[in-house]
């Protein structure tokens, strides 16, 4: 199981510069004196005085994290248990079979697998449900409780007890873990696999340990060629990870010595300048960079970079608008806490963070910057871009929002399962397969057998007011609202029709992934997207590229 811990990424820091006691200030310290003197007595009161038995380190657990949701969601206390997953996996020690799990209709079920593990190797497919580990149950376990099972030392066995449709019988697996070798970099090459028209593309899936390395070689393989004339950079989706990481990146396109982000705190060891130290492997080659809501953090401080110097384009959707440093800093009895310590800043100033966890709004929500209190920032060129919202894109895509039946077809992970049905009835596709009408009907016939069906937020509304109708005795007034019902269900069962397009195009992606793994879905989802053509269309056009960064 690929656990959160791999996203806890640090920044070096001093230690010294950690310690609250630094700041010399006589009215801070005895503030944290009395408050923690107060707290360790009410603690010691309820350990031992209350009226039933109490489980001090439970309790004691409940008052850090309640601490720490007052503050923001990054900053967050790892027990002895978690440390131990953590350090394993921060010092590589980890050994995995190569795949990610989830619960599926309450059973523990492959979701994905990392190619060159023992997993994908000895014909484990998504959409497998795992019953036994080691002759263990699943059932009833948690999915941190499998994912512990599932992990171990690297070289160790495994034993797995598989459930698949299509076979009668259950699947034994006798599976070898590896070191967890995580890859960054999950497809590079040109778009189309074609060459005559030079478009370059890499997929970032985060800012691992040695992604950098992932990407210049990516970069030189696509430039050795002779064949690059631009270059796409997809950082949609990608959540972060290493700040070191996003500087060596962004130092792969700017000029030498060109400032790519500052960090700024309470305190003044926090507050840094970083700048490329390096020559740019790639110049001048026209490049876009692809964010979507989902791209944050390094992803942002590589887009923010790129966007200020006016060495790219950024195509897509506002990033998520993460500007927060944090840093890990060890405790005692082998736990430790990762707290935000500062903020970072891009080249031209400007603070990309969305929002404010210290100002809550009545329901207890972090309230966003308003549009009026954003601030106006210039890039090199003098474009104008502003803070405070994550990265607005140069080139905005409106994706428009996601049907409500798409959403209950992802809730219920249908495409997953149906690649899986589809898998077991036919053993073989071609790689550049594609959903016909008859593979949609097959599918939509599939969702009846399964009972398949979701209420819309109007068809909900309708039914709350059908109810107060009722309890209010308006006859006439609720045979309306049943009326209005039963057409908005006859409009809903056109749903299917009327996103016929976009089904096929999820549909493709997860068969050909239950096949080929993730790269032939990589590719399947560059077909037609709206994303990668903008993108394409402003590196083919010059004038249009040169005019969009201010240098026309």
Sequence with gaps: MLMKYLRVWLVVIPTGALLFFGFRNDDLFFQLKKNFTIFGKIYEELATGYVDPVDPEKLLRKGVNEMMRSLDPYTVFFDEADNEDAEMQMRGGLGTIGVAVGMREGKVTVIELLEGYSAADQGIRAGDVITHINDKPTSGQTIRESASLLNGEPGSTLGLRIERQGETEPLNFSLIRKKLELKNVTHAGFVADDTTRGIGYIKLAQFGRDCAREVKEAVLQLKNTNKLKGLVLDLRGNPGGLLDQAIMITSLFVPEGSPIVSTKGRLATSEQLVKSAVPPVLPDTPLTILLDRSSASASEVVSGAIQDLDRGVIVGETS?????????????????????????????????????????????????????????????????????????????????????????????????????????????????????????????????????????????????????????????????????????????NEDFNRNTPRLKLLLRSAILARYYGPVAQIKAQMVNDPFLTEAEKIIRDPKRYAQTLGKG
């Design 320 to 492: 998520f608008g993460k500007g927060l440093v944090q840093a890990v800093r060890p405790l005692v009895y082998n736990t430790s806490m990762k707290y935000t310590t500062a903020k970072y800043y891009t080249p031209s100033g400007r603070c990309i963070q969305a929002l404010n966890y210290s100002d809550v709004d009545e329901d207890g929500e972090p309230v966003a910057v308003p549009d009026s209190l954003r601030k106006s920032f210039k890039t090199k060129a003098g474009r104008t871009v502003k803070d405070g919202k994550g990265i607005d894109p140069d080139l905005p895509v409106k994706m428009g929002t996601t049907t409500e039946l798409e959403q209950a077809l992802q809730r219920r992970s249908a495409f997953l399962f149906f690649a899986n049905h589809f898998a077991a009835n036919q053993p073989n596709i071609p790689a550049n397969f594609d959903v016909t009408d008859g593979v949609l009907n097959d599918f939509r016939q599939w969702l009846s057998g399964q009972k398949f069906t979701y209420k819309t937020k109007s068809e909900k509304a309708l039914e709350k007011l059908q109810a107060e109708l009722n309890k209010a005795g308006y006859s006439r007034s609720t045979s309306q609202a049943q009326a209005l019902l039963t057409q908005i269900n006859r409009e809903k």
